[in-house]
């Protein structure tokens, strides 16, 4: 009874471990959108609806963001003062890395690789799971044909990924799979494309790199799709 005691005491002492988190950090293909952008929709905003109530997701994603100026800009950095052990580092940037005549920005594949190497040793050194993801496939075809867009950065943080020994869902392979199979009209719905006179649009918009809801949606469930298929702590916490 002594011992039980002490037991319980030292719970009621030592400081509880928040729930486990899920940090996002990317472009804005992943990021949260204000009302006023909507349906743009970034897929991290839809990952939640597939997780028990008692994971938190931390979306610290943000538009226009690379490698680079997401370190920077400091936001890096105050992810890793919130990382606990246990917690889970989503990763996926390269849409605007690829931007290399805007300076400040654009990387070089060496550089995007050591970004990226970066947030793999800093997260793990705060035993969190670091997951890299490659990049959304635009919505480009040419005569009906799915053009790549990315410009090597893909490859890049797959060469990464086997190097470090890092776990990777291939987005860019998943999502230009899923777009060849709905085809060039009916990937339309999957974009933020709005007719003239929408309140938030009221020219009208065709995007073919940014998510509607339905888009989002769909990288979401591929997102958790590949975290299944790669065995991760993750699948436990899924509805």
Not at 85 to 101: A, C, M, P, R, S
Not at 230 to 239: A, C, I, M, P, S
């Given at each position: ?8 005491l030292?719970?009621?002492?030592l400081?509880?471990?928040?729930r ?16 006023a952008?909507y ?16 994971v ?11 490698t ?5 800009e400091g ?9 606990q ?13 690829e931007?290399?005549?805007?300076p ?6 060496e550089?995007?690789?050591?970004n990226l190497?970066?947030?793999v ?12 993801l490659?990049?959304i ?32 869902i ?9 777009l060849r199979?709905?085809?060039?009209d ?5 974009f ?5 006179g929408?309140?938030?649009y ?12 339905d ?11 590949g ?9 436990q916490?899924?509805?």
């Amino acid at each position: 009874m002594k011992s039980l005691a002490v037991c319980l005491l030292l719970s009621l002492l030592l400081p509880a471990k928040e729930r486990m988190t899920i940090w996002m950090i990317g472009d804005s293909t992943m990021s949260v959108k204000k009302p006023a952008f909507y349906p743009e929709t970034g897929w991290g905003m839809a990952l939640g609806a597939f997780f028990r109530d008692d994971v938190r997701i931390e979306n610290r994603a943000m538009n226009g963001r690379s490698t680079l100026s997401f370190i920077r800009e400091g936001r890096w950095q105050a992810v890793v003062e919130g990382l606990q052990e246990g917690d889970y580092v989503l990763i996926q940037f390269g849409h605007n890395d690829e931007k290399t005549d805007k300076p400040g920005t654009g990387t070089s594949h060496e550089a995007y690789k050591a970004n990226l190497a970066r947030f793999v040793r800093e997260a793990s050194a705060k035993k969190a799971v670091p997951v890299l993801l490659t990049s959304i496939a635009r919505r480009h075809f040419e005569h009906g044909v799915l053009l790549d867009t990315h410009k090597g950065y893909p490859g890049a943080m797959r060469e990464l990924a086997d190097s470090l020994q890092v776990p990777l869902i291939d987005l860019e392979q998943e999502t230009s799979r899923l777009l060849r199979e709905l085809g060039e009209d009916g990937s339309i719905r999957l974009f933020l494309h709005v007719p003239a006179g929408h309140m938030n649009y009221p020219s009208g918009k065709q995007d073919n790199t940014h998510l509607s809801p339905d888009g989002a949606k769909a990288v979401a469930a591929l997102a958790v799709e590949g975290m299944k298929a790669r065995g991760l702590d993750l699948e436990q916490y899924l509805r």
